[in-house]
């Protein structure tokens, strides 16, 4: 595609609950990255990854979250047993190599109800 | 760790008027550094970059001058207009990752 894109653009979930946010990145670009952004605030590195591996995962808050990249392509950021503080926008970001411009999707908003 | 730090908003100009957002930045290495836009209904967008010290990053009018000595990458446009509205985010890149630490936002509203 022409961007990066981002799925669900918004999604509602029940405190508890699992949830999954995908980004489909830029076509050919090796590196991704995940971030978050509360409301008012600047975005917060979650997790890149470089192909298929991750290769920094040390914004993940806990052992809630949790992100794949099988085939080094699309990536599923995953969130088990969803709280109140979950509630943000997730960005994810792609480029070619882990050392050139990053281009940004539209986020998907969760808000835990 | 690293840190970057800018101004609060809302900044509120009238059209043509200059524009300064201010920036600081704490790391332990020598970072590149960024700002990004982020235009209503849309996503982050790269402004402009710089990549070492005394560099200045320019694009569609605004600048900011790499400054080491005082840790400083403050964005500055001469004469703003409405479309400039949005928010600009701060950012500094150390590894070769290029994981972004982000400043928390400055919201620009430019009137008629």
């Known amino acids: 595609g022409a961007g990066v894109s981002q799925t669900p653009s918004n999604k509602v979930t029940e405190k508890g609950k699992y949830v999954e946010l995908r980004c489909d990145p830029i076509s050919g670009h090796t590196a991704l990255y995940w971030y978050r952004q509360s409301l008012g605030q600047g975005p917060e590195f979650l997790i890149y990854f470089q192909g298929t591996g991750a290769a920094d995962d040390s914004g993940l808050p806990n052992d809630r979250f949790f992100a794949v990249r099988p085939e080094g392509s699309v990536s599923t950021l995953k969130i088990q047993r969803t709280e109140r503080g979950d509630s943000a926008v997730y960005l994810c970001a792609s480029s070619t190599t882990g050392n050139t411009e990053a281009f940004f999707g539209q986020g998907t908003r969760l808000t835990v109800v | 760790g690293n840190s970057v730090t800018q101004m609060e908003g809302p900044v509120t100009l009238s059209e043509e008027a200059f524009l300064t957002i201010n920036c600081t930045y704490t790391?332990?290495?020598?970072?590149?550094l960024f700002w990004y836009v982020q235009y209503p209904g849309e996503g982050l967008q790269l402004l402009l970059k710089?990549?070492?010290?005394?560099d200045k990053g320019s694009n569609k009018g605004f600048e900011a001058t790499y400054r080491k000595e005082t840790t400083s990458f403050h964005l500055e446009k001469g004469s703003v207009q409405v479309s400039d509205s949005a928010v600009y985010f701060c950012a500094l890149s150390e590894d070769a990752g290029n994981m972004l630490t982000f400043g928390g936002g400055t919201r620009l509203m430019v009137k008629p």
């Open positions: 710089a990549t070492k010290a005394d």
């Open positions: 790391a332990t290495g020598y970072p590149s």
